[in-house]
């Protein structure tokens, strides 16, 4: 589903700062060689991922979700030299692609590479590491999990950002909204952080909506 008309969609990018041109060629490859790009943040979204960083200069990032790299890659653009992202990857046989598109970019040194079931892994990173800033763009049934397993952890200004929270309008959809397990985890989720009081929250129409939620 198109939120605007895709001509003002083109006039949005045309006037945000330009992809450098690393990200243009790993959104060419995966447009090429992947079966589902339209997962690629893109370019609107991948300068709103880096405008966050820069704004809010966080520490260390968690990204669940890595897919291809781009929005990783988009995360470190922004973040200060010695703060690290650390991005978890369900799908073990991107990590070849994953970690060539991160060397090409330059920023290997901020990115770390976790490959497995993210429900295992954040426990785990969550024993060593508290995190400033999460980025959720995965499997959408795991959506509530993921906020119950961070919701804690996070200090006071942190700030949990989830993409599809629109979920090409089935949110809105009467039948989806009972029927589709997917549609069911996202409208959970966004309940879930509308209520809880320990987070201010905004959903954005950015392109599949993305929800930004700040820990008072």
Known sequence: MNYIDPKLSEYCEKF????????KEISRQTHLTQINPRMLSGHLQGRFLKMIVQ?????????????????????AEGLKEGNKIDTIELNEELEKVILNNIEKSGF?????LHLGDAIKIIPQILETVNFDLVFIDADKQNYPMYFDLLKDKMKAGGVIIA????????????????????????????????????????ILPIRDGISVARKV
Do not use: H
Request: glycine residues 4%.
């Open 108 to 112: 290997k040194n901020k990115i770390r």
């Open 16 to 23: 945000s700062s330009a992809e450098p041109q690393y990200l």
């Open 163 to 202: 993409d599809n929270v629109l979920w090409s309008g089935k949110v809105i959809d009467a039948d989806d909204s009972k029927t589709d397990n997917e549609t069911i985890a996202i409208n959970a989720y966004n309940k879930m952080v509308a209520e809880n009081l320990s987070f201010e929250t905004i």
């Open 55 to 75: 704004l809010l200069q966080p520490k260390n990032i968690l990204e669940i979700g890595t897919y291809t790299g781009y929005s990783a890659i988009c995360l």
